[in-house]
């Protein structure tokens, strides 16, 4: 039985070696694959860091807090870290997103070396990502690089604070960090404005390294969008997840008082959607590569030359707490001991300072007693003397 004749194939038309196409399959892969962004939000409680990750993505990602239990239990004595997951899709794409939290952060009378928990998971997730680099099989590697850092400021109206500093300067290094004034609807535009600059002139002052975009690009309308976004920087928002009726009849995201409504989409009221645009529309890519060759190629560098390859990373001090207070107390023996040396060469000094004293005295005596004995030897020597002896 003979085989049937294959249908003729269709000819290849298309110009050129199809270099051009390698876009469209890439974008066929990642289609496929999706893609996995990290988010870490940190900040003091009650800023509204849940609420606006709820607004960012229209979705509850994570659960809004009980405030009636806040009080029913003793809170932690440490900063905590709380990981949430979430799987997003739209038009087909999915993109698994990770929210980091810092809870505990910022709320204690005493903040000092509150950011280690935070530094050290940072640092961790570079750590573990490297490790399962080495390995001989790397399928299935787990990343939980932190892509980008929402730092939330309070809405002062003043300027940062030592602890936002401290904590920024320390971030910077290690992740993408976006600084967000909460809140914003709390500020007058007037105020809100001058906080704003006033939190530049300190980030500018004390070096803190922030994300800054790729501003150029091809298309100018690119171009000036991506400057209208790191013009707004730090980035005001308002977190609301109700819809309100505005004076116009409109339904909108926002927050309703007595004097209107506070809209979260509203570029006149805050910088929520140049906000979400530089974290999900337009820069996402770029924050994720970022990550990965810059401040993790960073990280591993500085490993790479201080240790062998395969070797564990040295454990820090696991108390920060009882480090600085063995500082302190290294510190206040040392100053007792020069203390007490100081004390001891006055001393020494004054015991030396008397010995010359009686040393003088007693010369000054030896010379005395020596003119007393020549006067007397005189004395006698001149009553033995042969001529008083006649008379």
Known sequence: MEAAPLPPSEPITSPGTGIANLPNQRHKIVAKNGANFTLMVCGESGVGKTTFVNTLFTSTIKEPKNLAKRRSKAPSKTVQIQITRAELEEKMFKVKLTIIDTPGFGDYVNNRHGWIPIVDFLDDQHENYMRQEQQPCRKGV?????????YFVKPTGHTLSPLDVEVMKRLGSRVNLIPVIAKADTLTPSDLAKFKQNIRDVISA??????????????????????????????????????????????????????????????????????????????????????EENHYENYRQIQMETRKFGDPRAEKDENAKFAEEEEQLRKNFTEKVKSEETRFRQWEQQLLSERDRLHKELEAQSEKVKELQFEVESYYNQRDSPRNIRK
Request: aromatic share 6%; charged share 25%.
């Open 142 to 150: 787990v990343d939980m690089r932190v892509h980008v850092c929402l």
């Open 206 to 291: 004390q070096n803190i390294q922030c994300y800054s975009s790729p501003i150029e690009s091809d298309d100018e309308t690119t171009t000036k969008r991506n400057v209208n976004i790191m013009a707004a920087m730090p980035f005001s928002v308002i977190g609301s997840t109700q819809d309100v009726l505005t004076a116009d009849g409109r339904r909108v995201k926002g927050r309703e008082y007595s004097w209107g409504v506070a809209e979260v989409e509203n570029d006149d009221h805050c910088d929520f959607k140049k906000l979400r645009s530089l974290l999900i529309r337009t820069h996402m890519l770029d924050l994720i590569t970022t990550t």
